[in-house]
Protein backbone atom coordinates (compact mmCIF):
# COMPACT_ATOMS: atom_id res chain seq x y z
CA UNK A 1 0.00 0.00 0.00
CA UNK A 2 2.77 2.05 0.55
CA UNK A 3 3.22 4.99 -1.98
CA UNK A 4 3.79 8.75 -2.42
CA UNK A 5 -0.08 8.64 -2.01
CA UNK A 6 0.22 6.62 1.70
CA UNK A 7 2.74 9.88 2.08
CA UNK A 8 0.43 12.72 1.64
CA UNK A 9 -2.35 10.84 3.44
CA UNK A 10 -0.57 10.26 6.10
CA UNK A 11 0.99 14.47 6.56
CA UNK A 12 -2.38 15.83 6.12
CA UNK A 13 -3.00 13.30 9.17
CA UNK A 14 -0.12 14.65 11.13
CA UNK A 15 -1.68 18.25 10.04
CA UNK A 16 -4.98 17.10 11.16
CA UNK A 17 -3.03 15.98 14.89
CA UNK A 18 -1.49 19.34 15.17
CA UNK A 19 -5.13 20.97 14.51
CA UNK A 20 -6.33 18.65 17.06
CA UNK A 21 -4.10 18.90 19.72
CA UNK A 22 -4.57 22.81 19.18
CA UNK A 23 -8.32 22.64 19.66
CA UNK A 24 -7.94 20.02 22.77
CA UNK A 25 -5.68 22.54 24.57
CA UNK A 26 -8.50 25.38 23.80
CA UNK A 27 -11.12 23.06 25.10
CA UNK A 28 -8.84 22.46 28.59
CA UNK A 29 -8.23 25.90 28.95
CA UNK A 30 -11.37 26.98 29.20
CA UNK A 31 -12.98 24.22 31.38
CA UNK A 32 -10.07 24.68 34.08
CA UNK A 33 -7.62 22.08 33.08
CA UNK A 34 -9.99 19.08 33.83
CA UNK A 35 -8.48 16.11 31.92
CA UNK A 36 -11.78 14.33 31.39
CA UNK A 37 -11.72 17.00 28.18
CA UNK A 38 -8.99 15.57 27.02
CA UNK A 39 -10.03 11.61 26.98
CA UNK A 40 -11.84 11.25 23.62
CA UNK A 41 -9.83 14.22 21.62
CA UNK A 42 -6.67 12.36 23.04
CA UNK A 43 -8.08 9.14 21.90
CA UNK A 44 -8.82 10.09 18.69
CA UNK A 45 -5.51 11.75 18.22
CA UNK A 46 -3.75 8.39 19.02
CA UNK A 47 -5.84 6.31 16.91
CA UNK A 48 -4.78 9.00 13.95
CA UNK A 49 -1.40 8.43 14.39
CA UNK A 50 -1.69 4.73 14.86
CA UNK A 51 -3.33 4.57 11.64
CA UNK A 52 -0.71 6.98 10.08
CA UNK A 53 1.82 4.57 11.27
CA UNK A 54 -0.07 1.22 9.99
CA UNK A 55 -0.84 2.70 6.33
CA UNK A 56 3.05 3.66 6.17
CA UNK A 57 3.48 0.19 6.76
CA UNK A 58 1.14 -1.18 4.51
CA UNK A 59 -1.66 -2.16 6.44
CA UNK A 60 -4.92 -2.51 5.09
CA UNK A 61 -6.94 -2.16 8.12
CA UNK A 62 -5.10 1.70 8.30
CA UNK A 63 -7.08 2.66 5.48
CA UNK A 64 -10.34 1.28 6.72
CA UNK A 65 -9.40 2.80 10.11
CA UNK A 66 -8.98 6.50 8.61
CA UNK A 67 -12.33 6.41 6.82
CA UNK A 68 -13.82 6.07 9.39
CA UNK A 69 -12.50 8.42 11.60
CA UNK A 70 -12.68 10.97 8.78
CA UNK A 71 -16.46 9.68 8.01
CA UNK A 72 -17.42 10.86 11.97
CA UNK A 73 -15.64 14.17 11.44
CA UNK A 74 -17.71 14.78 8.21
CA UNK A 75 -21.18 13.74 10.61
CA UNK A 76 -19.79 16.50 13.33
CA UNK A 77 -19.83 19.02 10.56
CA UNK A 78 -23.11 17.80 9.32
CA UNK A 79 -24.73 18.06 12.79
CA UNK A 80 -23.08 21.54 13.29
CA UNK A 81 -24.89 22.42 10.20
CA UNK A 82 -28.57 20.57 11.89
CA UNK A 83 -27.91 22.75 15.15
CA UNK A 84 -27.09 25.49 13.62
CA UNK A 85 -30.86 26.16 12.27
CA UNK A 86 -32.16 25.99 15.71
CA UNK A 87 -33.18 29.46 16.86
CA UNK A 88 -30.91 30.36 19.92
CA UNK A 89 -27.44 29.23 17.60
CA UNK A 90 -26.35 29.64 14.71
CA UNK A 91 -23.56 27.84 12.62
CA UNK A 92 -20.58 29.93 11.30
CA UNK A 93 -18.85 28.94 8.05
CA UNK A 94 -15.46 30.30 7.81
CA UNK A 95 -12.75 29.62 5.13
CA UNK A 96 -10.35 27.63 7.21
CA UNK A 97 -13.61 25.52 8.83
CA UNK A 98 -14.69 24.62 5.72
CA UNK A 99 -10.98 23.34 4.34
CA UNK A 100 -9.98 21.44 7.77
CA UNK A 101 -13.84 20.42 8.74
CA UNK A 102 -15.15 19.60 5.21
CA UNK A 103 -12.53 19.40 2.72
CA UNK A 104 -9.52 17.53 4.22
CA UNK A 105 -11.69 14.75 5.25
CA UNK A 106 -13.55 14.41 1.83
CA UNK A 107 -10.21 13.96 0.26
CA UNK A 108 -8.44 11.83 2.73
CA UNK A 109 -11.50 9.41 2.03
CA UNK A 110 -11.30 9.65 -1.43
CA UNK A 111 -7.44 9.25 -0.90
CA UNK A 112 -7.98 6.05 0.93
CA UNK A 113 -10.75 4.54 -1.16
CA UNK A 114 -8.52 4.96 -4.15
CA UNK A 115 -5.29 2.88 -1.72
CA UNK A 116 -8.03 0.51 -0.62
CA UNK A 117 -9.33 -0.15 -4.49
CA UNK A 118 -5.24 -0.50 -5.36
CA UNK A 119 -4.71 -2.59 -2.50
CA UNK A 120 -6.68 -5.19 -3.13
CA UNK A 121 -6.40 -5.67 -6.67
CA UNK A 122 -4.34 -8.67 -7.19
CA UNK A 123 -1.13 -7.96 -9.34
CA UNK A 124 -1.04 -7.60 -12.97
CA UNK A 125 0.17 -11.11 -14.76
CA UNK A 126 2.89 -9.80 -17.36
CA UNK A 127 3.13 -12.36 -20.20
CA UNK A 128 6.02 -12.35 -22.54
CA UNK A 129 5.21 -12.58 -25.98
CA UNK A 130 7.48 -13.47 -28.76
CA UNK A 131 7.16 -11.20 -31.92
CA UNK A 132 8.98 -11.96 -34.67
CA UNK A 133 11.66 -9.41 -36.32
CA UNK A 134 9.65 -6.54 -38.37
CA UNK A 135 6.39 -6.84 -37.42
CA UNK A 136 4.75 -4.56 -35.07
CA UNK A 137 2.98 -5.00 -31.98
CA UNK A 138 -0.78 -3.27 -31.58
CA UNK A 139 -2.48 -2.88 -28.19
CA UNK B 1 -21.56 32.74 2.74
CA UNK B 2 -21.75 36.40 3.93
CA UNK B 3 -20.00 35.07 7.10
CA UNK B 4 -17.61 33.21 5.72
CA UNK B 5 -16.72 35.98 2.92
CA UNK B 6 -16.58 38.62 6.11
CA UNK B 7 -13.32 36.38 7.47
CA UNK B 8 -11.26 37.27 4.05
CA UNK B 9 -10.33 41.02 4.11
CA UNK B 10 -11.46 42.82 0.85
CA UNK B 11 -7.07 43.57 0.20
CA UNK B 12 -6.84 39.86 0.73
CA UNK B 13 -9.57 38.65 -2.02
CA UNK B 14 -7.08 38.93 -5.32
CA UNK B 15 -4.04 37.17 -3.56
CA UNK B 16 -6.21 34.29 -2.45
CA UNK B 17 -7.79 34.30 -6.00
CA UNK B 18 -4.86 34.15 -7.76
CA UNK B 19 -3.37 31.40 -5.10
CA UNK B 20 -6.26 29.64 -5.43
CA UNK B 21 -5.73 29.14 -9.10
CA UNK B 22 -2.06 29.02 -9.44
CA UNK B 23 -2.96 25.44 -7.29
CA UNK B 24 -5.52 24.18 -9.49
CA UNK B 25 -2.76 25.13 -12.63
CA UNK B 26 -0.02 23.32 -11.19
CA UNK B 27 -2.03 20.49 -9.99
CA UNK B 28 -3.42 19.77 -13.87
CA UNK B 29 0.22 21.04 -15.21
CA UNK B 30 1.49 17.61 -17.29
CA UNK B 31 4.83 16.90 -17.97
CA UNK B 32 6.13 16.99 -14.31
CA UNK B 33 6.78 14.42 -11.61
CA UNK B 34 4.08 11.58 -11.32
CA UNK B 35 5.05 11.42 -7.81
CA UNK B 36 1.78 12.60 -5.85
CA UNK B 37 3.83 14.21 -2.92
CA UNK B 38 5.90 16.13 -5.33
CA UNK B 39 2.32 16.82 -7.41
CA UNK B 40 1.24 18.21 -3.90
CA UNK B 41 4.17 20.27 -2.94
CA UNK B 42 4.48 21.98 -6.48
CA UNK B 43 0.63 22.93 -5.64
CA UNK B 44 0.38 24.16 -2.00
CA UNK B 45 3.69 25.99 -2.63
CA UNK B 46 2.37 27.59 -6.24
CA UNK B 47 -0.76 28.88 -4.00
CA UNK B 48 2.07 30.36 -1.65
CA UNK B 49 4.08 31.71 -4.34
CA UNK B 50 0.86 33.61 -6.25
CA UNK B 51 -0.23 35.35 -2.78
CA UNK B 52 2.63 36.43 -2.28
CA UNK B 53 3.48 38.19 -5.59
CA UNK B 54 -0.31 39.14 -5.52
CA UNK B 55 -0.21 40.91 -1.66
CA UNK B 56 1.34 43.88 -2.73
CA UNK B 57 -1.74 44.73 -5.41
CA UNK B 58 -3.88 45.09 -2.25
CA UNK B 59 -2.19 46.38 0.11
CA UNK B 60 -0.73 50.24 0.24
CA UNK B 61 2.69 48.87 2.43
CA UNK B 62 5.99 50.19 1.53
CA UNK B 63 8.58 49.65 -0.71
CA UNK B 64 10.83 47.13 1.89
CA UNK B 65 7.72 45.15 2.29
CA UNK B 66 6.95 44.93 -0.72
CA UNK B 67 9.92 43.57 -2.31
CA UNK B 68 9.99 41.32 0.69
CA UNK B 69 6.44 39.87 -0.52
CA UNK B 70 7.64 39.64 -4.07
CA UNK B 71 10.75 37.74 -3.54
CA UNK B 72 9.19 35.51 -0.96
CA UNK B 73 6.29 34.75 -3.89
CA UNK B 74 9.53 34.07 -5.95
CA UNK B 75 11.46 31.86 -3.88
CA UNK B 76 7.87 29.84 -3.49
CA UNK B 77 7.36 30.18 -6.98
CA UNK B 78 11.07 28.98 -7.95
CA UNK B 79 10.27 25.96 -5.14
CA UNK B 80 7.16 24.56 -7.12
CA UNK B 81 8.24 24.60 -10.03
CA UNK B 82 11.17 22.44 -8.69
CA UNK B 83 8.88 20.23 -7.34
CA UNK B 84 6.88 20.00 -10.40
CA UNK B 85 9.54 18.46 -12.29
CA UNK B 86 10.60 16.40 -9.40
CA UNK B 87 13.88 17.81 -8.63
CA UNK B 88 15.19 18.54 -4.90
CA UNK B 89 12.49 21.16 -3.06
CA UNK B 90 12.52 19.53 0.36
CA UNK B 91 15.36 21.67 1.86
CA UNK B 92 13.93 25.12 0.32
CA UNK B 93 10.77 24.81 1.44
CA UNK B 94 11.57 23.17 5.21
CA UNK B 95 13.31 26.50 5.35
CA UNK B 96 11.18 28.86 3.56
CA UNK B 97 7.68 27.72 4.87
CA UNK B 98 8.17 28.01 8.32
CA UNK B 99 10.46 31.58 8.35
CA UNK B 100 7.22 32.67 6.13
CA UNK B 101 5.06 32.11 9.05
CA UNK B 102 7.30 33.41 11.89
CA UNK B 103 8.03 36.84 9.99
CA UNK B 104 3.94 37.33 9.86
CA UNK B 105 3.60 36.31 13.45
CA UNK B 106 6.41 38.67 14.24
CA UNK B 107 4.94 41.58 12.26
CA UNK B 108 1.99 40.36 14.14
CA UNK B 109 -0.03 40.86 10.37
CA UNK B 110 -4.08 40.97 10.66
CA UNK B 111 -5.18 37.16 10.88
CA UNK B 112 -7.49 37.52 8.72
CA UNK B 113 -8.72 33.82 7.63
CA UNK B 114 -6.56 34.25 4.00
CA UNK B 115 -3.44 34.47 6.43
CA UNK B 116 -4.61 31.58 8.18
CA UNK B 117 -5.15 29.92 5.34
CA UNK B 118 -2.26 30.37 3.97
CA UNK B 119 -0.65 29.26 7.13
CA UNK B 120 -1.70 25.97 7.05
CA UNK B 121 -0.87 25.36 3.27
CA UNK B 122 2.86 26.60 4.15
CA UNK B 123 2.75 23.95 6.99
CA UNK B 124 1.60 21.49 4.49
CA UNK B 125 4.10 22.55 2.58
CA UNK B 126 6.34 21.48 5.23
CA UNK B 127 4.92 18.63 6.63
CA UNK B 128 5.64 17.32 2.78
CA UNK B 129 9.20 18.11 2.63
CA UNK B 130 10.09 16.65 6.30
CA UNK B 131 7.66 14.16 7.10
CA UNK B 132 8.36 12.04 3.45
CA UNK B 133 11.60 11.37 3.33
CA UNK B 134 14.14 9.13 5.17
CA UNK B 135 16.89 12.20 5.22
CA UNK B 136 15.33 13.89 8.04
CA UNK B 137 14.21 11.53 9.68
CA UNK B 138 10.45 10.25 10.17
CA UNK B 139 9.82 10.62 13.30
CA UNK B 140 11.50 14.18 13.52
CA UNK B 141 10.12 15.13 10.76
CA UNK B 142 6.14 13.97 11.94
CA UNK B 143 6.87 15.62 15.95
CA UNK B 144 8.06 18.85 13.94
CA UNK B 145 5.13 18.86 11.28
CA UNK B 146 2.96 18.42 14.24
CA UNK B 147 4.53 20.81 16.23
CA UNK B 148 4.71 23.74 14.03
CA UNK B 149 1.16 22.97 13.28
CA UNK B 150 0.21 23.52 17.51
CA UNK B 151 2.55 27.05 17.95
CA UNK B 152 1.46 28.47 14.98
CA UNK B 153 -1.93 28.27 15.63
CA UNK B 154 -1.77 29.07 19.29
CA UNK B 155 0.22 32.02 18.36
CA UNK B 156 -2.19 32.97 15.96
CA UNK B 157 -4.98 32.49 18.94
CA UNK B 158 -3.41 34.78 21.22
CA UNK B 159 -3.11 37.54 19.25
CA UNK B 160 -6.53 37.25 18.13
CA UNK B 161 -7.15 37.08 21.70
CA UNK B 162 -4.69 39.88 22.64
CA UNK B 163 -6.44 42.05 20.32
CA UNK B 164 -9.97 41.48 21.55
CA UNK B 165 -9.32 42.06 24.80
CA UNK B 166 -6.88 45.49 23.52
CA UNK B 167 -10.13 46.68 21.33
CA UNK B 168 -11.51 49.51 23.49
CA UNK B 169 -14.07 51.94 22.41
CA UNK B 170 -14.05 54.66 25.15
CA UNK B 171 -17.58 56.40 24.39
CA UNK B 172 -15.51 59.87 26.14
CA UNK B 173 -13.10 59.71 23.23
CA UNK B 174 -14.75 61.04 19.71
CA UNK B 175 -11.62 59.63 17.84
CA UNK B 176 -12.38 55.92 19.25
CA UNK B 177 -13.58 54.68 15.63
CA UNK B 178 -10.46 55.62 14.08
CA UNK B 179 -7.68 55.04 17.04
CA UNK B 180 -8.75 51.06 16.89
CA UNK B 181 -9.77 50.78 13.73
CA UNK B 182 -7.01 48.38 13.09
CA UNK B 183 -7.87 46.71 16.36
CA UNK B 184 -11.07 46.40 15.63
CA UNK B 185 -10.65 44.80 11.90
CA UNK B 186 -8.35 41.94 12.98
CA UNK B 187 -11.03 40.97 15.16
CA UNK B 188 -13.31 40.74 11.97
CA UNK B 189 -11.76 38.78 9.97
CA UNK B 190 -9.89 36.23 11.92
CA UNK B 191 -13.35 34.43 13.32
CA UNK B 192 -11.20 32.38 15.83
CA UNK B 193 -13.57 32.20 18.64
CA UNK B 194 -14.62 36.04 17.88
CA UNK B 195 -16.93 36.31 15.31
CA UNK B 196 -17.49 40.74 14.56
CA UNK B 197 -19.33 42.14 11.68
CA UNK B 198 -17.02 44.27 9.88
CA UNK B 199 -17.32 48.06 10.48
CA UNK B 200 -19.49 50.15 7.81
CA UNK B 201 -17.44 53.10 8.80
CA UNK B 202 -14.77 52.91 11.69
CA UNK B 203 -15.24 56.86 12.33
CA UNK B 204 -18.36 58.01 15.05
CA UNK B 205 -20.57 60.14 14.22
CA UNK B 206 -21.16 62.99 17.02
CA UNK B 207 -24.31 61.92 17.14
CA UNK B 208 -23.26 58.34 17.66
CA UNK B 209 -21.01 59.42 20.46
CA UNK B 210 -23.68 61.14 22.13
CA UNK B 211 -26.02 58.03 21.99
CA UNK B 212 -23.24 55.76 23.20
CA UNK B 213 -22.74 57.94 26.50
CA UNK B 214 -26.17 58.35 27.04
CA UNK B 215 -26.19 54.23 26.70
CA UNK B 216 -23.66 53.66 29.07
CA UNK B 217 -25.14 57.07 31.55
CA UNK B 218 -28.56 55.22 31.59
CA UNK B 219 -27.27 51.34 31.95
CA UNK B 220 -25.09 52.94 35.22
CA UNK B 221 -28.40 54.74 36.64
CA UNK B 222 -30.30 51.50 36.31
CA UNK B 223 -27.65 48.73 37.38
CA UNK B 224 -27.74 51.09 41.12
CA UNK B 225 -30.16 48.85 41.97
CA UNK B 226 -28.04 45.45 41.47
CA UNK B 227 -25.14 47.08 43.56
CA UNK B 228 -25.77 44.07 45.78
CA UNK B 229 -25.58 40.49 44.63
CA UNK B 230 -28.27 39.39 46.72
CA UNK B 231 -30.83 41.65 44.71
CA UNK B 232 -29.55 40.40 41.64
CA UNK B 233 -30.38 36.82 42.38
CA UNK B 234 -34.00 38.06 44.32
CA UNK B 235 -34.40 39.34 40.64
CA UNK B 236 -34.23 36.03 39.03
CA UNK B 237 -30.37 36.44 38.09
CA UNK B 238 -28.87 32.83 38.32
CA UNK B 239 -25.03 32.22 38.57
CA UNK B 240 -23.55 30.22 35.43
CA UNK B 241 -22.92 26.68 35.70
CA UNK B 242 -20.02 25.63 37.58
CA UNK B 243 -18.96 29.05 38.59
CA UNK B 244 -19.50 31.26 41.69
CA UNK B 245 -15.91 33.02 41.72
CA UNK B 246 -13.76 35.12 39.64
CA UNK B 247 -13.42 38.52 38.33
CA UNK B 248 -16.22 38.16 34.99
CA UNK B 249 -18.59 35.91 36.86
CA UNK B 250 -21.84 36.42 34.06
CA UNK B 251 -25.31 35.69 35.79
CA UNK B 252 -28.25 35.19 33.12
CA UNK B 253 -31.69 35.97 33.90
CA UNK B 254 -33.57 33.27 31.60
CA UNK B 255 -36.49 35.76 31.24
CA UNK B 256 -34.56 38.25 30.10
CA UNK B 257 -33.27 36.28 27.53
CA UNK B 258 -36.64 35.68 25.68
CA UNK B 259 -38.85 38.89 26.46
CA UNK B 260 -38.17 40.24 22.67
CA UNK B 261 -36.21 43.94 24.39
CA UNK B 262 -32.56 44.63 22.86
CA UNK B 263 -30.38 46.79 24.71
CA UNK B 264 -32.96 47.91 27.21
CA UNK B 265 -30.50 49.31 30.43
CA UNK B 266 -33.79 48.22 32.95
CA UNK B 267 -33.60 44.80 32.10
CA UNK B 268 -30.01 43.68 30.51
CA UNK B 269 -29.78 39.96 30.03
CA UNK B 270 -26.45 39.23 31.80
CA UNK B 271 -25.08 40.78 35.01
CA UNK B 272 -21.36 40.62 35.62
CA UNK B 273 -20.08 40.50 38.94
CA UNK B 274 -16.60 40.63 40.44
CA UNK B 275 -16.75 37.77 43.39
CA UNK B 276 -14.02 36.86 45.46
CA UNK B 277 -12.94 36.70 49.23
CA UNK B 278 -16.64 37.47 50.23
CA UNK B 279 -16.55 40.44 48.79
CA UNK B 280 -18.86 40.45 45.07
CA UNK B 281 -19.17 43.96 43.05
CA UNK B 282 -20.75 44.99 40.09
CA UNK B 283 -18.52 45.34 36.85
CA UNK B 284 -21.34 45.74 34.16
CA UNK B 285 -24.00 44.31 32.11
CA UNK B 286 -24.19 42.19 28.79
CA UNK B 287 -26.66 42.65 26.64
CA UNK B 288 -27.30 39.75 23.96
CA UNK B 289 -29.43 39.43 21.35
CA UNK B 290 -32.55 36.78 21.48
CA UNK B 291 -31.54 34.94 18.30
CA UNK B 292 -28.22 33.61 16.72
CA UNK B 293 -27.19 35.57 13.81
CA UNK B 294 -29.58 38.58 14.10
CA UNK B 295 -27.55 41.57 14.23
CA UNK B 296 -27.04 43.45 17.53
CA UNK B 297 -29.21 47.23 18.16
CA UNK B 298 -26.01 49.44 17.52
CA UNK B 299 -26.83 53.34 18.18
CA UNK B 300 -23.14 54.44 19.14
CA UNK B 301 -21.97 52.69 15.23
CA UNK B 302 -18.11 51.75 15.83
CA UNK B 303 -18.27 52.08 19.79
CA UNK B 304 -21.40 50.08 20.12
CA UNK B 305 -19.80 47.26 18.21
CA UNK B 306 -21.40 44.08 19.18
CA UNK B 307 -19.94 40.05 19.17
CA UNK B 308 -20.65 36.99 18.72
CA UNK B 309 -18.06 33.50 19.97
CA UNK B 310 -18.10 30.77 17.34
CA UNK B 311 -17.78 27.96 20.02
CA UNK B 312 -17.46 24.14 20.45
CA UNK B 313 -19.46 22.56 22.19
CA UNK B 314 -18.52 18.98 23.83
CA UNK B 315 -20.73 16.17 24.32
CA UNK B 316 -17.94 13.62 26.13
CA UNK B 317 -18.42 14.48 28.98
CA UNK B 318 -20.58 18.35 28.01
CA UNK B 319 -18.57 21.18 28.25
CA UNK B 320 -17.51 24.29 25.75
CA UNK B 321 -14.24 24.94 24.34
CA UNK B 322 -13.39 27.82 21.19
CA UNK B 323 -13.26 27.30 17.66
CA UNK B 324 -9.46 27.20 16.47
CA UNK B 325 -7.94 29.82 14.00
CA UNK B 326 -8.07 26.69 11.83
CA UNK B 327 -11.98 26.44 12.57
CA UNK B 328 -12.09 23.45 14.47
CA UNK B 329 -12.65 21.70 17.67
CA UNK B 330 -11.88 18.61 19.50
CA UNK B 331 -13.15 15.32 18.79
CA UNK B 332 -16.73 14.87 19.61
CA UNK B 333 -17.70 18.32 19.63
CA UNK B 334 -19.76 20.41 17.65
CA UNK B 335 -19.90 23.73 16.29
CA UNK B 336 -22.09 26.55 17.17
CA UNK B 337 -22.25 30.37 16.90
CA UNK B 338 -23.89 31.97 20.45
CA UNK B 339 -26.09 35.18 19.76
CA UNK B 340 -24.35 38.41 19.49
CA UNK B 341 -23.79 40.14 23.09
CA UNK B 342 -22.05 43.16 23.86
CA UNK B 343 -20.85 44.62 27.48
CA UNK B 344 -21.25 47.99 29.06
CA UNK B 345 -19.16 48.54 31.61
CA UNK B 346 -20.59 50.85 34.63
CA UNK B 347 -17.09 50.86 36.76
CA UNK B 348 -15.40 52.71 34.60
CA UNK B 349 -12.48 50.36 33.57
CA UNK B 350 -9.32 51.26 31.58
CA UNK B 351 -10.56 51.35 28.35
CA UNK B 352 -14.35 52.84 28.57
CA UNK B 353 -17.39 51.32 29.09
CA UNK B 354 -17.73 49.55 26.06
CA UNK B 355 -14.74 47.42 26.33
CA UNK B 356 -14.97 43.73 25.61
CA UNK B 357 -12.44 42.77 28.73
CA UNK B 358 -11.66 44.14 31.74
CA UNK B 359 -7.85 43.58 32.93
CA UNK B 360 -8.42 40.84 35.81
CA UNK B 361 -5.76 42.53 38.04
CA UNK B 362 -7.77 45.88 37.48
CA UNK B 363 -10.86 44.00 38.60
CA UNK B 364 -9.06 42.23 42.18
CA UNK B 365 -8.16 46.16 42.74
CA UNK B 366 -11.57 47.22 42.41
CA UNK B 367 -13.27 44.53 44.18
CA UNK B 368 -10.81 45.25 46.98
CA UNK B 369 -12.09 49.01 47.33
CA UNK B 370 -15.50 48.22 46.52
CA UNK B 371 -16.74 45.31 46.97
CA UNK B 372 -19.69 44.59 49.37
CA UNK B 373 -19.72 41.67 51.54
CA UNK B 374 -21.80 38.80 50.69
Known amino acids: VTSAKSNVVYVLLLVQVGM ?18 AVAPLLRITLTLIFGAMLLRGRRLALVGIVVLQGLSLIGFAASLVIGRLPQVDFTPTLTGVVTTFLLPIVLIVYCGQLLSTSGRPPARVVAVEVPAGQEVSA | V ?14 LV ?178 MRPLASAHATAAQTAAAIALANSVKTSMAKYAKLSDALAAGYRYPIGKRQGMDVHMEHPDYKKDGRYLDPDRPEMLVYAIADG ?86 EYLRGHGTVL
Open chain 2, 18 to 195: AGVLAAIVMAVLKGGSRSTVDRWAASLLAYAAALHVFLPFGHSDGVGLTIALLADGAAFGFLAWRAHLGRGWRIGAAILAPLTIVAYLIRAEDGDQVGTLTALVELTAFGLAVATSRKVGRVFGSIGTVFAVVVAGAAIWVATFKAHQAATADAQDPSVGHSHAEGHEHLARAQAGVI
Open chain 1, 20 to 37: SLLATLGELLFMGGNLLY
Open chain 2, 279 to 364: KATLMGVVFVMERAGDAGVDPGGPITRWHAHNLCISLMPPGIGIVTPFGGCPASSVTITVPEMMHVWIVEPPGGPFAEGVDQAWAR
Open chain 2, 2 to 15: KVLLDGIAPEHAAA
